[in-house]
T-cell receptor, first 111, second 114 residues
């Protein structure tokens, strides 16, 4: 079983709609959760991080964490063509700061 | 505030040659990480430093790989006797010395072994 799982997509969403990206993780000791955006040929760019159960909002992005279900999600409101990218979910544990990544979800925003 | 920088950005080498990559972290960050990413996969952890101390190495890091951070500032990753399977993007990230500190990535070094 992979430690961090994401649907690889592609996920296609019309411009202006809400894109919903999901991630599950297997290690119950995971403490910190991150979402990175990666454009083709570029390096990952940190867009959101969340440490506590619940929602965290930053502009058009909302991260949601449910530790009991071992589930973290990212919502992108008012999706724009520039949001088309691969979104990587990453987790780290307490006292173990290395990031474990999923394989990423490829998101395409359709104008 | 400058971000993480990596050099070179691209490297093409022949099988069996040695290569060395450099990473300069964000100046106030004392943690530095190396990851490797192949097409269609997420980055995989290789090793990390806190200041000059190398605190963890992945099993992925064979004996041909070595990393250093001699003065707790920049780091180098050397691959000896390169193999075609070493072709990948090598990513460096840095973070502050905090639990769950956010890691910021450099632009990466794309290695192609022919």
């Amino acid at each position: 079983q992979k430690e961090v799982e994401q649907n690889s997509g592609p996920l296609s969403v019309p411009e202006g709609a809400i894109a919903s990206l999901n991630c599950t993780y297997s290690d119950r000791g995971s403490q910190s959760f991150f979402w990175y955006r990666q454009y083709s040929g570029k390096s990952p760019e940190l867009i959101m991080f969340i440490y506590s159960n619940g929602d965290k909002e930053d502009g058009r992005f909302t991260a949601q964490l449910n530790k009991a279900s071992q589930y973290v999600s990212l919502l992108i409101r008012d999706s724009q063509p520039s949001d088309s990218a691969t979104y990587l979910c990453a987790v780290s544990g307490f006292g173990n700061e290395k990031l474990t990544f999923g394989t990423g979800t490829r998101l395409t925003i359709i104008p | 505030d400058t971000g993480v920088s990596q050099n070179p950005r691209h490297k093409i080498t022949k099988r069996g040659q040695n290569v060395t990559f450099r990473c300069d972290p964000i100046s106030e960050h004392n943690r530095l990480y190396w990851y490797r990413q192949t097409l269609g996969q997420g980055p995989e952890f290789l090793t990390y430093f806190q200041n000059e101390a190398q605190l963890e190495k992945s099993r992925l890091l064979s004996d041909r790989f070595s990393a250093e951070r001699p003065k707790g500032s920049f780091s180098t990753l050397e691959i000896q006797r390169t193999e075609q399977g070493d072709s990948a993007m090598y990513l460096c990230a840095s973070s502050q010395d905090l639990v769950g500190g956010e890691q910021y990535f450099g632009p990466g070094t794309r290695l192609t072994v022919t």
